[in-house]
């Protein structure tokens, strides 16, 4: 199984053909309220269930500015899946992460290539420009689509190896395996259905 850096490949949103309600009058607002429902539901299928009644939602307005959804209580934010990305991709993370997925976002949008927004998020992690928690959490979920989708758990753990924590360090099915060995943006990967 391929699995990608989820946060530093994609920008997260999902659009669905919304209509400006303003322009086209009640019926609109009924498809753009069901398209914002139906963003909440997919960036929350990441989360285990115990903990999607709490978190914070972002999702894709109709001129596909990234808005906040749904505002939560914890510290936990989903992002709904991005039209402009090929891939169907939702992820949620704690808030520990927001500066490194918004400068992620940055990137992307500038046209940065993933080789990269890598060297260039290692370099800004390393220089103190952006904070990384001793260890943070992020589930998400990709596919070409919402149907053939599959989870991954990622637990980021800076600086880690393979030897200090006895995790393989290239994909290996059925197992938890160790990505960016040795750099600020080491994680551990766990594929869940």
């Known amino acids: 199984m391929r699995v990608e850096v989820l946060v530093l490949t994609t920008a997260l949103g999902l659009g669905l053909g919304m209509m400006s309600a303003a322009s086209v009058g009640a019926g ?25 009644e709490d978190a914070t ?19 936990i934010t989903c992002r709904a899946d991005d039209p402009t990305v090929r891939a169907w991709i939702v992820h949620c993370y704690p808030e520990a992460l927001e500066a490194f997925v918004a400068r992620s976002e940055e990137l992307r949008k500038e ?53 200090s924590t006895g995790l393989p360090t290239l994909p290996t099915r059925g197992s938890p395996w160790l990505a960016e060995t040795g750099t600020p943006m080491a994680n551990i990967r766990i594929a869940v259905r």
């Open 111 to 163: 046209g940065v290539d993933t080789p990269a927004r890598i060297k260039t998020l290692t370099a800004e992690i390393e220089s103190g420009a952006i904070q990384l928690p001793d260890i943070a959490v992020i589930y998400a979920r990709q596919g070409n689509s919402v149907d053939s989708a599959s989870g991954v758990v990622i637990a980021h753990v800076p600086n880690a190896t393979g030897r």
């Open 57 to 75: 939602v972002k999702g894709f307005d109709e001129s596909g500015s990234l808005v906040v959804l749904r505002e939560g209580t914890s510290s």
């Open 28 to 52: 609109a607002q009924i498809e753009q309220k069901k398209a914002a429902e139906q963003q909440i539901e997919e960036a929350l299928s990441a989360l285990p269930e115990s903990m999607r």
